[in-house]
Nanobody, 113 residues
């Protein structure tokens, strides 16, 4: 079993930055790829970025050039720059592909002036 706890969200103005963290515990050594997902109100969940144990990253087209995923031991980070109002969503980390039982509380990001 894997436990994931997200943090770092908040209210930020357009153009601002945030750094999200995902602390993983449990049988994390079995996990190869981790991902950050987001879900805006009334919309489907979207995979934003992934990173493998080897450090290979992939990004959704909507965030390329503005968001960077990284990992350090058992923590996965999401550095978000040049934020836009359309980035407003609940952000969640999970494995890639995700496991239903691993969803945590997420962290809310709101981009607004």
């Amino acid at each position: 079993q894997v436990q994931l706890v997200e943090s770092g969200g908040g209210l930020v103005q357009p153009g601002g930055s945030l750094r999200l963290s995902c602390a993983a515990s449990g049988r994390i050594f079995r996990v190869n790829a981790m991902g950050w997902y987001r879900q805006a109100s009334g919309k489907q969940r979207e995979l934003v970025a992934t990173i493998t144990r080897a450090g290979t990253t992939n990004y959704a087209d909507s965030v390329k050039g503005r968001i960077t995923i990284s990992r350090d031991k058992n923590t996965v980070y999401l550095q978000m720059n040049s934020l836009k109002p359309e980035d407003t969503a609940g952000y969640y980390c999970n494995t890639d592909p995700y496991e239903v039982e691993y969803w945590g509380q997420g962290t809310q990001v709101t981009v607004s002036s």
